[in-house]
């Protein structure tokens, strides 16, 4: 699985967008770009993927350039329960394939 | 609809001891992968299973092992605990992908603490 970068730590004010950047250089033609977050002591949640599309879903939208070697997450209106560790995956579809977490973002949302 | 469910929530355990976890899938998901989280890390692959084998592996050694049953659930047994065993296990079920499609997202429980002392 191709490598992602992030920054290991971003503010956001509240009702203010949280744009959350993923650089991942190395990706392949056949992998997506996942995002997942982890609020403290709980399991990861899922939130978003795309392969080359800008995607959008009740939770949040994903941005990724168009050589496709970063991307953006973006939460429209940040709450305070938006809180948490944000990680940026990329995986192939085919066959059930692992995520491979890196250490993310902490994201924090100032009230 | 049930999410992905974990047994125990919190253990404690002793070095040379063995323990035994559990996971139900969410409903209508087949397979089953396992992680470990330790403390200020992102979860790392243990090991995934479909139709009662393991497909895939991560780096871990051999203490650690695994079970599918037939409705799919699962138990992560690890022998010989040592300290470093402590961690967040988690459990995450998804849909073989040759029938989600591009939707095989893998939905996460909310784990089980062990602590090896």
């Known amino acids: 699985d191709a490598k992602t970068t992030q920054p290991p730590s971003m503010d956001c004010a509240e009702g203010r967008a949280a744009n959350l950047p993923c650089n991942h250089s190395t990706i392949s033609g056949n992998e997506y770009v996942y995002w997942y977050r982890q609020i403290h002591s709980q399991g990861p949640q899922y939130i978003i993927h795309?392969?080359?599309n800008n995607e959008t879903n009740e939770m949040a939208s994903l941005i990724i350039t168009e050589d496709r070697k970063s991307s953006t997450l973006i939460l429209p209106h940040a709450t305070l329960r938006d809180t948490a560790v944000y990680y940026c995956?990329?995986?192939?579809?085919?066959?059930?394939?692992?995520?491979?977490f890196g250490t993310g973002t902490r994201l924090t949302i100032i009230p | 609809d049930a999410g992905v469910t974990q047994s125990p929530t919190h253990l404690i355990k002793t070095r040379g001891q063995q323990v035994t976890l559990r996971c139900s899938p969410k409903?209508?998901?087949?397979?089953v992968s396992w992680y470990q989280q330790a403390l200020g890390q992102g979860p790392q692959f243990i090991f995934q299973y479909y139709e009662e084998e393991e497909r895939q592996r991560g780096n871990f050694p051999d203490r650690f092992s695994g079970h599918q049953f037939p409705n799919y659930s699962s138990e992560l047994n690890v022998n010989a605990l040592l300290l470093g065993d402590s961690a967040l296990y988690l459990c995450?079920?998804?849909?073989?992908?040759?029938?989600?499609?591009?939707?095989?997202?893998?939905?996460f429980g909310p784990g089980t603490r062990l602590t090896v002392l």
């Open positions: 995450a079920s998804s849909l073989v992908a040759e029938i989600s499609g591009r939707n095989n997202e893998q939905f």
């Open positions: 795309g392969l080359k």
């Open positions: 409903s209508g998901h087949d397979t």
């Open positions: 995956i990329v995986r192939s579809n085919f066959g059930n394939e692992k995520l491979t």
